[in-house]
């Protein structure tokens, strides 16, 4: 089983910075990657942004490009997602969620690919 409890979120302003922080525990060798995904009131889960252990390679949604960062630590099974310049349309549950599966320098950013996930964080942008 493998535990992940996430930090960070709040309310801010448009235009305003957040970061958000994810820390995994319980069988964290069996991580291939790690991803952060959002729901908003009445919508479906929406991919964010992606981390691989392997390539370090990271993935973006296109609505979060060129404001959001997502940086993993896979020693210590941690990842960030620095989000910068928000929209009041990124106000959502934010959720971290682990890829269980084999090692891969990609991820497939839906949310049936992740075997296990965190509690959630609120992120409320006001205009």
């Known amino acids: 089983q493998v535990y992940l409890v996430e930090s960070g979120g709040g309310l801010v302003q448009a235009g305003g910075s957040l970061r958000l922080s994810c820390a995994a525990s319980?069988?964290?060798?069996?991580?291939?990657?790690m991803a952060w995904f959002r729901q908003a009131p009445g919508k479906e889960y929406e991919f964010v942004a992606s981390f691989t252990w392997s390539a370090s390679r990271t993935d973006y949604a296109d609505s979060v490009k060129g404001r959001f960062t997502i940086s993993g630590d896979n020693a210590k099974y941690t990842v960030d997602l620095q989000m910068n310049d928000l929209k009041p349309e990124d106000t959502a549950v934010y959720y971290c969620?682990?890829?269980?599966?084999?090692?891969?320098?990609?991820?497939?950013?839906?949310?049936?690919?992740?075997?296990?996930w965190g509690q959630g964080t609120q992120v409320t942008v006001s205009s």
């Open positions: 969620a682990a890829d269980l599966g084999p090692m891969s320098p990609t991820v497939i950013p839906v949310p049936g690919a992740f075997g296990s």
């Open positions: 319980g069988r964290t060798f069996s991580i291939s990657a």
